[in-house]
T-cell receptor
């Protein structure tokens, strides 16, 4: 069964303290891996799509990387406004269709 | 604002009832996805439509159905509601590339 596992489940950082979130996946026929940010009670906000191993994407303090088995979301010098749940998702071939599968997310709190 | 509009924002209904959730995708997006998010299950893919046709199906119950209309808006119908159906229901739209843009969700409470 295709799986997407995110770690840690929760992360508390001090403002300016850089860290990384992990997303490991076991799927066949990967079409793409996505990172989203979700604030409480809101819809997920698209951040990045990664298509192949070795690919990297950056946006402000966030950088996403991809290997054949996992992806990392690096947060450099985070600010309190970066506090949110970060979701990883993959779209992979299953039963003839491309199915999106989400991880459970990492809840990030950045203290001032 | 993602440009995806979901109505209603909140819905409270009784067990056994039927409800319809509505989604208007971003202008020009042909693809619509429906998801269910609960505390114990996370974000679960239900179904995808592309230009009016069903494209992919996830863990959607037989009591649930969806459709996409010629103007590309979509509706998710939930029937014979149970307490366990209480959740946030999200719609997302995509232009056909892989990234999807989510609406703000409909919070369904079944009492």
């Amino acid at each position: 069964e295709d799986q997407v596992t995110q770690s840690p489940e929760a992360l508390r950082l001090q403002e300016g303290e850089s860290s990384s979130l992990n997303c490991s996946y076991t799927v066949s026929g990967l079409r793409g891996l996505f990172w989203y940010r979700q604030d409480p009670g809101k819809g997920p906000e698209f951040l990045f799509t990664l298509y192949s191993a070795g690919e990297e994407k950056e946006k402000e303090r966030l950088k996403a990387t991809l290997t054949k088995k996992e992806s990392f979301l690096h947060i450099t010098a985070p600010k309190p406004e970066d506090s949110a749940t970060y979701l990883c998702a993959v779209q992979a071939l299953s039963g003839g269709s491309y199915i999106p599968t989400f991880g459970r997310g990492t809840s990030l709190i950045v203290h001032p | 604002d993602s440009g995806v509009t979901q109505t209603p924002k909140h819905l409270i209904t009784a067990t056994g009832q039927r409800v319809t959730l509505r989604c208007s995708p971003r202008s020009g997006d042909l693809s619509v996805y429906w998801y269910q998010q609960s505390l114990d299950q996370g974000l679960q893919f239900l179904i995808q439509y592309y230009n009016g046709e069903e494209r992919a199906k996830g863990n959607i119950l037989e009591r649930f159905s969806a459709q996409q209309f010629p103007d590309l808006h979509s509706e998710l119908n939930l029937s014979s509601l149970e307490l366990g159906d209480s959740a946030l229901y999200f719609c997302a739209s995509s232009p056909g590339t892989l990234e999807a843009f989510f609406g703000q969700g409909t919070r369904l409470t079944v009492v």
